[in-house]
C-alpha cells in the first residue's frame, strides 16, 4: 500500500501522539510504580489529544499500551506488577487519529541495571535504527530484517523470530509482515508512500519463545532478558521518515 501525502500526514499526527505516550510514560518509570499506573499515564495523553486507541480491546487487550517486564519479550498486560530497581520494562505504545495508526516501542530501565542488561537494550535500539535505514525506495523489504539481525547477532543476541514488523496505514497490522532476520528471500521491492512499523525483538539467549497462560504474555523459553524498540516510519524521497518520535 502506497500512502498519500495527506494519509502520511495524518499518521505523523498519531504519531505524535505515540511520541508522546512515550515520553510521558518514561518520565514515570521507576521503583514502586505499577504498570496500571504506566497504562493510566499512556491514557491521559490518549484523552488529552482526542486520540483512539489501537490497543484498547484489539482481541479483548484490556489496556492502551503493552508492558512487559524482564524475560518478557511482549504483550504483557499492565496491572499489578510493581517495578523494581534493575528491572528492564518494555512499553509499547499506539493510537489512532482520524483513522490512521501509529506503533513504537521502547525498553527502559528501572533506575540501575546491570551492564550485561544495559548493552542488550543498547544493541537492541541500534538494530532498530539499522533496520529503518534500509527504507529506502527500491530497497527489498527483507533487506530490514537483515539488517537488524546483523546488529543483533554480531553483539551475540539472537533475533525473536516469531514476531516480526508489519506495514501499518488504516490498520495497525498491514500486509507485509517484516520480519527482523533474513528469512531466505529478497521480499517486495520498498516504495515511496510505504509506511512500515519496524519492532525488532532482541534476546540474550535464544529465540524461543512460550506464550503465558494470559493469553497475551509472551516471554523468552529459556527466561533470558529480552528488549524491544519499535517506531513507525514512512518511506519518502529522501529515505525514511520516523513518525513516532518525539
Ligand atoms: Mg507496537
Ligand atoms: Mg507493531
Redesign the pocket.
Known sequence: MRRSPEEIAKMRRAGKVVAEMISETRLKIKPGVTTADLDRVAREVLERRGARSN?LGYHGFPAVI?TSPNNMI?HGIPGTRVLEEGDVISI???AIIEGYHG???YTAPVGDISAAAARLLEVTERSLWAGIDQLRDGNRLHDVGRAVQNVAESAGYSVVRKYVGHAIGTA?HEDPQVPNYWPGTPGPRIKVGNVF?I?PMVNIGTPDTIELEDGWSVVTADGSLSA?F?HTAAVTEDGPEVLTQA
Open positions: 490497543f503493552c511482549v509499547d505504545c499506539g506503533d513504537a516501542a495497525m512499523a519492532e524491544h519499535e
